[in-house]
């Protein structure tokens, strides 16, 4: 394994930031020294990772860490890459038994793996934001009555890392090897809300709340809608009993995705028109994803009307929201709108509208996450096959098959497959390539 810290705080981090033309764009700032550390240790050829947050670096909170490794892989004898920091060479830090330290050269960053974590966190997550604050953890209790306290944000603030970093890796490229982690994270937070009742019960809820979230994400994704809308039916409860508006708009909003991918049009618009009063007094990016799933079943059942409207709204919004953690980790941003607006066009039958979108989605965003690239290059493949372009319709399809097998998303593969049956019904379907895409969904 390769072992680093990363060093996060309130000091902003400015970087180039799209805008349409003739707007200068606005991004907060703001230079406060306040900061907390993230240890991590990967093990990029076996696909493992393990995190923790902590409020320094040293000795210490090394030896923390090491602890923590050691037991999260205690069946293996851990050799672990290191750089040479006082913390990691001192005589002074207790190494386990089963973790072996090698000190990596001096001043060669580029050798450890896991600087390239806290790049994409500092370019891609954390660029032109201005946090409110750092929560202050509290290393120990001073009375009894605070010992729970104290136990349960030590499970809370490694539980916000491994939600977080779940997300990143699986819409990164597909690898779902942190995320089983999260069926022990969702058991850890019913056991502990079972027993206490104190200051940090609601924030354990809430957490409890998008780790059934990000479990119905990966649900949905494997076509798996009954487990899904269970996950997300829990994500709704709890919403209510915290009174959570967020909560429960964004559970709303995910039940009424599922209600329009199994074909029930009706209940799918009636469910987003409930979610909108939550919506409202819900965060900007919230009303915006209502809006763009909206617009998504209004032109999968041919309404274009309503799916102008809706998703116009969605662009309003989005040129408004600023962007924020929250907001990358639901995918709401202008460029997903747009891609949305062109897949619209897609399937009402006006694929050079949508061409002429993905020209400006290209330039936006001309580098993409694997799993973002296998589903923009399977939305394009669509627009290019029904305007009559098989060649470059098909060539892109297969592509874009390619990737999703590769990270496993059966909702990507299908697109593929609906592609083709569409194609299959026109005068087209007799193509010698669209041959070569049914055999290769065969052998999906």
């Known amino acids: 394994m390769a072992e680093d810290e990363g060093c996060f705080g309130r000091l902003s981090i400015p970087r180039r930031a799209w805008a349409p033309p003739g707007v200068r764009p606005h991004a907060p700032q703001q230079l406060i020294r306040e900061y907390t550390y993230v240890y991590a240790a990967v093990a990029p050829a076996e696909g493992k990772m393990t995190s923790l947050i902590l409020p320094s670096a040293d000795t210490e909170m090394m030896g923390l860490f090491l602890e923590h490794v050691s ?28 973790i072996r330290l090698i000190a990596q050269p001096a001043y060669s ?40 306290d104290v136990l349960l944000q030590a499970l809370l603030e490694p539980a916000q890392a491994t939600v977080k970093l779940s997300w990143l890796v699986w819409h990164g490229d597909g690898d779902t090897t942190i995320i089983n982690n999260l069926n022990s994270l969702v058991v850890n937070l019913e056991d ?39 996950r997300f039916d829990e994500m709704y409860q709890l919403g209510q009993e915290l009174d959570d508006s967020n909560i429960i708009a964004l559970a709303m909003t995910h039940q009424g995705d599922i209600l329009r ?30 809006w763009q799933i909206l617009a998504r079943a209004h032109y999968e059942y041919g309404y274009e009307s309503s799916f102008l409207r809706a ?55 001309p580098f993409r996450p694997l799993r973002d690239l296998g589903s923009y290059t399977i939305i394009k493949a669509q627009a290019h096959a029904f305007s009559g372009d098989i060649d470059e319709g098909v060539k892109l399809a297969l592509k874009g098959l390619d990737i999703a097998r590769g990270y496993g998303s059966k909702r990507h593969i299908a697109r593929v497959q609906k592609m083709y049956d569409r194609l299959s019904t026109t005068p087209m379907s007799q193509h010698d390539l669209l041959r070569d895409l049914r055999d290769a969904l065969m052998h999906v």
Request: aromatic share 10%; glycine share 4%; net charge negative.
């Open 71 to 98: 037991k999260t892989y205690e069946k293996y004898f851990v050799v672990m890459q290191v750089d040479q920091a006082s913390w990691h060479v001192t005589k002074d830090l207790k190494i386990p038994d089963n």
């Open 109 to 148: 960053p580029e050798l450890n793996p896991v600087e390239h974590i806290w790049e994409e966190l500092r370019e891609k997550q954390l660029a032109n934001l201005a946090l409110p604050g750092i929560p202050q953890r509290k290393m120990a209790a001073e009375h009894t009555s605070e010992a729970d």
């Open 192 to 230: 502990a809300l079972t027993q206490y009742r104190g200051t940090f019960r609601r924030p354990t809820q809430q957490l409890l709340a998008y780790a059934y979230e990000m479990m119905g994400k990966i649900s949905f994704d494997q076509l798996n809608y009954v487990e899904a809308n269970g």
């Open 261 to 290: 991918k199994r074909g029930r049009y009706e209940l799918a618009v009636r469910c987003l028109e409930v979610a909108q009063p939550y919506a409202e007094t819900s965060d900007p990016y919230i009303r915006g994803m209502r």
């Open 311 to 365: 998703i116009d709204h969605a662009q309003e919004i989005a040129l408004q929201t600023q962007s924020t953690l929250d907001a990358k980790y639901n995918q709401f941003n202008l460029i997903e709108v747009l891609q949305e607006r062109a897949q619209g066009y897609t399937m009402l039958w006006q694929p050079q509208k949508a061409l002429d979108i993905y020209k400006e989605t290209d330039q936006l965003k």
